[in-house]
């Protein structure tokens, strides 16, 4: 399984960037997918996940109301809207996926996945 994000890149605060990452090859199935991010010096964070399957997405309490998950199932693809862009949004971020059929609770931990995309850049700047 092979996760290809995109869609960074440099915006203004108050901006918005919608980044997008799709689950490519092997037989693998995923269950659920995610976002994290890492700025420089910090811990990876949790922004937001969903299952296929579908129910409501969880966030990560710095994104809520301004992050929007979606998700293409057709396509395998997952988005991430991101609105009211602060500089403290500035970090590389990351899709994530697992096979595994997490319970809610456990979404927001990185030991969680099997699988991580290489990362897109996100840099709020003036």
């Known amino acids: 399984v092979q996760l290809q994000a995109s869609g960074g890149g440099l915006v203004q605060p108050g901006g918005s960037l919608r980044l997008s990452c799709a689950v490519t090859?092997?037989?693998?199935?995923?269950?659920?997918m995610a976002w994290f991010r890492q700025a420089p010096g910090k811990e990876r964070e949790f922004v937001a996940a969903n299952r296929w399957s579908g129910g409501s997405a969880r966030y990560g309490d710095s994104v809520k109301g301004r992050f929007t998950f979606s998700k293409e199932n057709a396509k395998k693809t997952i988005h991430l809207q991101m609105n009211s862009l602060t500089p403290e949004d500035t970090a590389v971020y990351y899709c994530a996926a697992t096979s595994r059929g997490l319970i809610v609770s456990t979404m927001g931990f990185a030991d969680s996945y099997d699988y991580w995309g290489q990362g897109t850049l996100v840099t709020v700047s003036s």
């Open positions: 090859g092997g037989n693998s199935r995923t269950n659920v």
